[in-house]
């Protein structure tokens, strides 16, 4: 079986750490680079050793185009502000990407779908093989549903976490709104405060909490005036989203030029180049 090399971006963060902990201990996987910013302490270190899976003999380093040679596929987890240069030099050097940075802004992911012309690439708010069957059942629950029932969603996360609403909610958000035939931008609306007045008819709304070390909760409320259906995913520990990324790297080695969602990794769609 041939081992597919892959190089990590973002390999000193929390989730860089478990991906390559999991390649590691994968016999289907090798790490052969890991790239971090310029300022971050973890250059030089070896980056299995970071990951506690013991030497690997490759060092993070803050200089992209070498690790990314090196690689058959590269699994990005660093910043949204540094996505858009990880997907061009990948599709520069025609290396599959794998993207789960969250928090991507309208140019990040133009970047992603400018890449994915050349390279195949999975982008994905969230990796876990749980909540992309979630992102289904929401999408058919609205779908069934219809106008009368209200849509609320709340999520819950680690102190740490930078962006809010997570991406995973406004995901849940997107296909709750599909699902109704609606745009997500026109029906959302993220917390509130005040005397907002009565709740408009249609209104999906978002609410964030960060606390503690919370790995990651989501709940899509469907209510009515007569009942409440609740779909919940909880996230125990960042394994479910390492191996969902590996998955997806696999995938898209072997996959055409194409921007792809873990539902195709997941479920088996192919989209056409």
Request: glycine fraction near 10%; include cysteine.
């Amino acid at each position: 079986m041939k081992t597919l090399k892959i190089t990590v971006c973002g390999a000193a963060g929390r989730m860089g750490r478990k991906i390559v902990a999991f390649a590691a201990a994968d016999p289907a996987l090798e790490v052969v680079g890991a790239v971090e910013a310029a300022g971050s302490e973890s250059r030089g270190r070896d980056v299995g050793e970071l990951a506690g899976a013991g030497p690997l003999g490759v060092a993070v380093s803050s200089e992209m185009e070498p690790a990314f040679r090196a690689a058959d596929a590269v699994v990005d987890f660093s910043s949204a502000a540094g996505a858009p240069a990880v997907a061009a030099l990948a599709a520069r050097l025609k290396k599959p990407l794998v993207v789960g940075t969250t928090g991507l802004d309208p140019d990040s992911v133009t970047a992603l779908e400018k890449a994915s012309r050349e390279i195949p690439v999975v982008y994905a708010s969230n990796m876990s093989v749980g909540m992309n069957l979630l992102f289904r059942l929401v999408e058919d629950a609205a779908r069934a549903l219809g106008p009368e029932y209200d849509i609320e969603i709340v999520e819950a996360h680690h102190r740490f976490k930078k962006d809010a609403p997570s991406g995973t909610a406004r995901t849940l958000c997107a296909r709750a709104a599909r699902g109704r035939g609606e745009d997500p931008a026109a029906v959302s609306v993220c917390g509130r405060e005040g005397m907002t007045g009565e709740r408009p008819s249609g209104q999906i709304g978002l609410h964030a909490v960060r606390a503690g070390d919370i790995v990651g909760d989501h709940t899509v409320y469907f209510s009515n005036l007569g009942e409440r259906l609740e779909l919940t995913h909880r996230a125990h520990s960042r394994d479910t989203f390492a191996r969902g990324a590996l998955r997806a790297a696999l995938f898209a080695a072997a996959a055409s030029p194409g921007l792809y969602t873990m539902e195709d990794v997941i479920f088996g769609a192919r989209k056409e180049p």
